[in-house]
């Protein structure tokens, strides 16, 4: 049974750990950025008419943007236990994927905003704030997806917040020197076939002496 494997005082433990911590916030927007977007379309099925369609994409859309907000704040955390020679090494794509998780909640909270939007107005008015507000789910669940794949390679690829807090980046395991071209061997050729030397005669040295003693000068 997995169950036996599960610990929770172990949970507890790991989301004291800022990666890990940062790990499990992650995935919560990138689901719910999903599903809101699939809200969405559902509400434009009915014209922006539903209203329990709407709050309850407004409500996927606040609950992805607040956990996106506590997911950079965790990833801030992160980054600061890792050790200096990991920062440096991999500065560039740190600060990259700390602006496209900032940039994250806040995409968010304007697809947010505009789901609330979509409840006012008149018809005119109301369907700009539909096609803005699938423009926005859209570029919502996009964005989510690309940050986290970002995500996932730092660690997976580059080793960012691997092992015990603060420890370096894991190193690639080093590669085996090439071997170089062996020449060409010479292929001596096969020696031709000789065939078997005939079998000798054992019999005849065995009558010669026979045939002596019949020639003796003693007989005669």
Not at 28 to 46: K, Q, R
Not at 122 to 138: P, T, W
Not at 152 to 162: E, F, Q, S
């Amino acid at each position: 049974m997995p169950f036996k494997y599960f610990n929770f005082q172990d949970l507890l433990d790991a989301l004291g750990e800022p990666a890990i911590r940062h790990a499990t916030w992650a995935h919560l927007p990138t689901a719910l950025a999903a599903v809101g977007l699939l809200f969405i379309i559902l509400l434009l099925l009915t014209g922006g008419r539903s209203h329990w369609l709407r709050g309850v994409t407004a409500l996927l859309y606040a609950l992805a943007a607040a956990t996106a907000y506590f997911t950079v704040t965790a990833g801030e955390d992160a980054m600061a236990a890792l050790s200096p020679q990991a920062r440096e090494a991999l500065a560039p794509r740190l600060d990259a994927h700390a602006w496209l998780g900032q940039s994250a909640w806040i995409l968010c909270a304007t697809t947010f905003g505009l789901v609330a939007l979509s409840a006012i107005g008149g018809l005119g008015l109301r369907a700009i704030f539909l096609m803005l507000m699938l423009a926005g789910g859209i570029a919502t669940a996009a964005w989510m997806g690309m940050t986290s794949h970002h995500g996932a390679r730092l660690v997976y690829t580059h080793g960012a917040g691997v092992g015990p807090v603060g420890s370096n980046v894991v190193p690639a395991a080093p590669l085996a020197p090439p071997t170089p071209p062996q020449p060409p061997q010479k292929v001596e050729p096969d020696e031709p076939h000789r065939p078997p030397p005939p079998p000798r005669d054992e019999a005849a040295p065995a009558d010669a002496p026979a045939d002596a003693s019949q020639n003796s000068p003693d007989d005669a």
